[in-house]
């Protein structure tokens, strides 16, 4: 009885399934619905009932056309119940559907679980094996193009395969099974340390720890233990063989993109616009600059080298898609970083900015070629390029500076000279400046030369016997133009004497400070002997000009004829001894910086102007018409202590609000119109 009421059970239900599926997906959908909700309606007793059906609808029309010839027999059996039109119209079950609707009760079970399907090995192991029997069907179906809406189902349940696939593969990512060992350079913080924080680093109200920087570059960090990397990279081989690898790339760069954010701001960099760079005061920006230096080695050959690395294990055999994943993960924080630098290149070009800018080339230059094996694809060769432009930027900004400093010079106004003719600021700067800029040279004579940072090449060779490269014809012509400057302030001095003293105090510092550095390589040999020459020429110059009227009062003519009476010689050594008070009381305060200078100017005054003296107090000795008369206020000893006394100057001179002192100097842009403050110690 239970029997014959599940038979009508079963018709029933394929009665019903006949009316309403009114297509072939239609009919699978209703028996589903049907076989979840008793359990004697299971989807193989319907298909049997359905195919038992139709083979009796088959034999009872065969049996009618038999047997016209045959014995009468007895009263034939009453038929068995008729086959509802419904079941004997549905076509027979392909094992293709039964494959699939094997594998939606399969898959169904896993992508509705509320955990991670990976947090129990045998789940994932037997999802995965279920994906990859779906994507062989899957392929069947498409090749057989048969049945199209049953290829369509199935492409339904590879979506939500790959829905869930993609939820499991960020979830390995951002949270791994294992925690991975901290990195070297901050990049896992130790919470058993002390970290430093930057309070107002615009990432919001937490603050970030700033990491400790590190100058070992030979780390890999392994951000995902072995075990993780190999669990995602079997999903991203079951992605990439459903058609669903670009799908895979974008999950994995937003998965690993939090992670480089993170690192980046843990080195003290935070993201600046080209307006907020241009309008910083220079110390902030130069604190941001030795900031972005480090930080900009540390993401280059530790950060993005491991995440190229890592890229590389999870889509292995799996190009291009890993690739793009790896550039999609790391471009935002390398943008972020170049730009920094292109806005630094495109600020002020103040000459203060020069060494600080020459840091940013050289850290970007060096790692250039080390970026070839880690941008080699064709999706991230955009990025090698874009790094290798920042550094021809940076390249013409040194240029630039270097340009903006002629015209500072040539710029600079002849308003207010330096006491005692000693050594101008501006030349103690631009010379300091330029001896600074040599311990560079390498650079600078790449830079200048001008092919460097477009090719990412071998560093060019400096020839140290070769001072007619474009850095030292640069060099030559920043003297020429601080020359002309300097012969322009020494017109400031009413008294001539004290202007060649100037220029003498001045290009005698020049010399010193070119012998004593790479200037001397690069200006070479004749540039050096002209200067001397020059420098020769203002101490004659001031000889003239100091003690001509001395020399002059001490020519006594010879003895016998047309030699002077006795009258004429005491007047002109009444004549001498004002003569040499006044120099000496006005040149006191003069100053010959070196020493040597000073002391062979003093020589060359003492030996023509005693000699001349001794001659003098010799004459009139021997006159005893003056001898009766005769006073000498000053012997010849006298006169050569007084003279070794002149340009002692004084040890500290002020000008109007600015300072020069002997041992160090400060340069104020508010005196010497130059935009900057630079402060030399020791270099005099």
Request: aromatic share 6%; net charge negative; hydrophobic share 45%.
């Amino acid at each position: 009885m239970a029997e014959d009421g599940e038979e009508k059970l079963l018709a029933t239900v394929q009665h019903i399934v006949k009316t309403l599926g009114r297509t072939d997906t239609m009919t699978e959908d209703i028996l589903k619905v049907f076989s979840n909700y008793d359990g004697r309606l299971s989807l193989d007793k319907l298909y049997a009932t359905r195919a038992a059906a139709a083979a009796a609808a088959v034999a009872a029309a065969g049996g009618a056309g038999a047997g016209e010839h045959s014995v009468p027999a007895s009263p034939p059996m009453p038929p068995p119940p008729a086959v509802p039109p419904a079941v004997a119209a549905m076509p027979a079950v392909t094992s293709l559907e039964r494959t699939v609707r094997t594998l939606d009760r399969q898959i169904s079970q896993f992508v509705t679980m509320d955990r991670l399907i990976w947090a129990d090995s045998a789940d994932a192991d037997a999802f995965l094996e279920a994906v990859d029997d779906l994507i062989g069907t899957v392929q069947e179906l498409d090749a057989a193009g048969t049945n199209r809406g049953l290829l369509d189902r199935a492409d339904e349940l590879l979506s939500r395969c790959m829905a869930r696939l993609e939820d499991e593969f960020r979830a390995l990512i951002e949270r791994p099974d294992d925690v991975a060992p901290p990195a070297p350079g901050g990049f896992a913080s130790d919470e058993s340390e002390e970290e430093d924080y930057d309070a107002d680093d615009g990432y919001g109200d937490e603050p970030i720890p700033i990491a400790k920087p590190v100058s070992d570059f030979d780390v890999v960090i392994d951000a995902l233990p072995p075990g993780s990397v190999s669990d995602v990279h079997q999903i991203a081989r079951r992605m990439v063989d459903a058609g669903f690898g670009r799908e895979c790339a974008e999950a994995y760069a937003a998965a690993r993109r939090g992670f480089i954010d993170e690192s980046v701001a843990r080195l003290g960099i935070r993201a600046r616009t080209i307006d907020e760079v241009h309008s910083l005061p220079w110390e902030e920006l130069e604190f941001d600059i030795a900031r972005w230096i480090p930080a900009f080695k540390m993401v280059f050959r530790i950060l993005i080298p491991s995440e190229r690395r890592l890229c590389d294990r999870v889509f292995d055999g799996l190009a291009p898609y890993g690739d793009l994943a790896f550039v999609a993960a790391v471009r935002t924080q390398v943008l972020q970083l170049i730009s920094f630098g292109d806005a630094v290149s495109a600020a002020s070009r103040a000459p203060e900015r020069l060494f600080r800018v020459i840091d940013m080339y050289e850290a970007v230059r060096d790692l250039l070629p080390d970026l070839d094996p880690v941008f080699a694809d064709p999706y991230s060769a955009a990025l090698r390029a874009e790094v290798s432009a920042v550094c021809n930027t940076l390249g013409s900004s040194i240029k630039g500076i270097f340009m903006e400093l002629e015209n500072l010079i040539r710029r600079d106004p002849a308003r207010v000279s330096v006491p005692g003719g000693g050594i101008h600021p501006i030349t103690r700067y631009v010379m300091n400046y330029l001896r600074a800029a040599c311990g560079s040279r390498q650079t600078l004579e790449e830079v200048m030369e001008g092919d460097l940072g477009a090719v990412g090449g071998a560093a060019i060779a400096v020839d140290p016997d070769r001072p007619t490269s474009s850095l030292a014809v640069h060099i030559a012509w920043i003297m020429d133009v601080l020359h002309k400057n300097l012969e322009t302030k020494s017109k400031i001095y009413r008294d001539p004497p004290l202007a060649s003293i100037f220029l003498m105090n001045n290009g005698k510092y020049i010399i010193h400070k070119v012998n004593d550095s790479e200037l001397g390589v690069l200006l070479g040999d004749e540039w050096m002997k002209q200067m001397m020459s020059r420098v020769r020429r203002w101490s004659l110059e001031y000889q003239r000009g100091a003690w001509a009227k001395v020399m002059s009062v001490l020519q006594t003519g010879g003895p016998g004829i047309g030699s002077l009476p006795a009258k004429a010689l005491l007047q002109k050594l009444r004549m001498f001894n004002g003569y040499l008070e006044e120099i000496c009381a006005i040149q006191s305060e003069w100053v010959i910086a070196d020493e040597q200078l000073r002391e062979d100017v003093r020589a060359a005054i003492t030996d023509s102007v005693k000699s001349a003296y001794m001659g003098l107090i010799s004459r009139l000795k021997s006159s005893p018409e003056a001898a009766q008369d005769l006073f000498i206020k000053h012997s010849p000893e006298d006169v050569e202590a007084r003279i070794q006394h002149l340009f002692e100057g004084v040890s500290k001179i002020e000008v109007s609000g600015g300072k020069m002192l002997l041992g160090e100097t400060v340069w104020s842009s508010q005196i010497f119109g130059l935009d900057c403050t630079i402060l030399f110690h020791g270099l005099h």
